[in-house]
């Protein structure tokens, strides 16, 4: 029999009325979700890149520039290895194919200099998940007292994927720090990085968030500064850096490692405004060792001046006034308050492991997505209004029972991805319009089974019973398969076809509990209410 019991209307009504809640701001004007309470749900749905219009951005990897970075990174490490740890003389010449010459000049030291170097030749998995075994990352040749090392091709492949891995990190810390959660950032191929950006207007303004590299450093400029005349090269242990603002101003910047303190210790940056000039500034705070750093920097070079380095261009050159022993300061250059609000997020977000080029910008217009939206919501409403036609056409009372579960799935399934923040896409409103046509599918089953336990002979109450019970396996293994494609294709896929699996998935969830939970209990109202004999879908058969 079927029972209606108060923690199951609790249950099932708080349910739809939770989803109707979050769905609510979706057809409230700006001005009233604007005035809503605090404690209730008041942002609408986000919609896609290809309803909204937005900025569409492909970047990739500059290999060369990687490179580069790499070559000076195994510098540093020979160094490391063999001067620092052991204290074994050597000399390093870089070569124009991106291999280091490394001859040890202390003979004795020779076999030990062996030894060491063979250790940066760590193993990197080559193949389909490491399938293919391993190689060197970097190659060590031999030549008596010499030593040829470079970076094999499986070592750049190892070092172009890890950077592209942290590279999706760090972008997506920046374009939350500056407010854009519902940007997409996703890897296309070995080297690229797509950023959809909906209801960015300007790319220009990701450029500057997602490109810049975001190298900080503090050096201090050398005691000779360019005149200007032609052909001027800097001294040694010094050089050349642009003026960010202005290319043609030169500042020849040392490049010791006591004269520079490295931007990476930062552990915050916020933009300000100066007290005295009431320019914008960015402020900036270190950790404990890069305080430490700073002040022995400004301590020991007092009265002279020293460059901010963002990207190899110098952002300013003040003079140090007095000893910046808290740690903290400002870098200032004539910005405006939205260069500074991006110069902090991207500050405080870390830089990039290497230095990206656009090379897809796509900018998506707003009449492109009003008409996608009004396509999408005509197919919606069409295929809602047609299938509430023929169910009731077909099943009479039951077809408006199910006509009322149906509505109450598209207002959760609208209110789960409004709750969740989930973008919605063209895609994603095809997945929602097969919702609407496999939620009446599941209220098909229900139904006939029910006109099949009738036609046996059972009673009206225990056909609804038995029909509802039997139906559910079939409901459940066909919304199961379904549900499993929608997490694969989520999975494997990228952009729509992910938008698509979002809102199919989330649509079978409420189609199992709408078709099923929510049916079952409006019917079993009207049960409680009529207390009927015969049934109407099948009252040809059973007088």
Request: proline share 5%; with cysteine; hydrophobic share 45%.
């Amino acid at each position: 029999m079927f029972r209606i019991t108060w923690l199951k209307t609790l249950f099932i009504l708080g349910a739809v009325l939770l989803g109707a809640l979050f769905a609510l701001p979706n057809v409230l004007p700006p001005h009233v979700r604007d005035s809503l309470h605090a404690l209730l749900p008041d942002k609408p749905i986000v919609l896609g890149l290809d309803l909204q219009g937005g900025s569409h951005l492909v970047w990739e990897v500059d290999k060369e520039d990687l490179r580069k970075n790499l070559v000076n990174q195994l510098k540093g490490d020979v160094r490391l290895r063999l001067w620092t740890e052991r204290k074994i003389r050597h000399r390093i010449t870089v070569n124009k194919d991106g291999s280091l010459t490394v001859t040890i000049t202390d003979p004795n030291k020779v076999e030990e200099a062996a030894k060491a170097l063979k250790e940066l030749a760590q193993p990197v998995q080559v193949g389909l998940f490491g399938a293919g075994g391993s190689a060197p990352e970097v190659e060590v040749r031999r030549e008596g007292n010499t030593f040829i090392l470079r970076y094999t091709e499986a070592g750049i492949e190892n070092r172009v994927k890890s950077a592209v891995e942290q590279a999706i990190e760090v972008i997506r810390r920046r374009l939350d720090e500056l407010g854009m959660t519902e940007a997409t950032i996703q890897q296309q191929g070995f080297d690229r990085i797509i950023v959809q950006a909906p209801g960015v207007k300007d790319p220009d303004m990701l450029k500057q968030a997602v490109g810049q590299t975001a190298r900080l450093t503090f050096q201090l400029l050398c005691d000779v500064q360019p005149t200007g005349a032609q052909g001027e090269r800097p001294p040694p242990g010094c050089v050349a850096l642009p003026d960010e603002k202005d290319p043609n101003r030169i500042y020849w910047v040392k490049t010791s490692r006591r004269a520079t303190v490295e931007g990476a210790d930062l552990v915050d940056a916020q933009p300000s405004f100066d007290g005295q000039t009431g320019e914008p500034v960015v402020t900036f705070r270190f950790n404990q060792k890069g305080a430490l750093k700073f002040a022995r920097l400004t301590q020991a070079n007092v009265g002279k001046p020293f460059a901010i380095i963002l990207d190899g261009k110098v952002v300013s050159a003040p003079v140090i006034q007095t000893p910046i022993l808290g740690g903290t300061g400002q870098i200032s250059g004539r910005f405006t308050v939205e260069e500074t609000r991006v110069m902090s997020a991207v500050l405080r977000s870390g830089a990039l492991p290497a230095k990206l080029v656009v090379v897809e910008e796509r900018t998506v217009g707003p009449s492109l997505g009003s008409d996608s939206i009004r396509a999408g919501i005509t197919a919606s409403v069409v295929a809602l209004v047609g299938v509430l036609i023929f169910m009731v056409l077909f099943y009479g009372v039951f077809g408006v029972i199910a006509d009322i579960a149906l509505i109450a799935n598209l207002v959760m399934l609208l209110g789960i991805l409004t709750a969740f923040q989930a973008t919605l896409t063209l895609p994603g409103i095809a997945g929602i319009v097969l919702t609407l046509g496999m939620a009446v599918d599941s209220n098909v089953l229900v139904y006939e089974r029910v006109r099949e336990e009738y036609r046996a002979g059972r009673s009206a109450i225990n056909a609804l019973e038995v029909g509802f019970s039997r139906a559910f396996g079939t409901i459940l293994d066909a919304n199961i398969t379904t549900f499993i494609a929608a997490v694969v294709l989520y999975g494997l896929g990228s952009g729509p076809v992910r938008g698509f699996a979002v809102t199919l998935g989330v649509g079978i969830i409420t189609t199992v509990f709408t078709a099923y939970t929510l049916t079952r209990f409006l019917v079993a109202l009207w049960v409680w209410k009529k207390r009927p004999k015969t049934l109407p879908i099948a009252s040809e058969a059973k007088a």
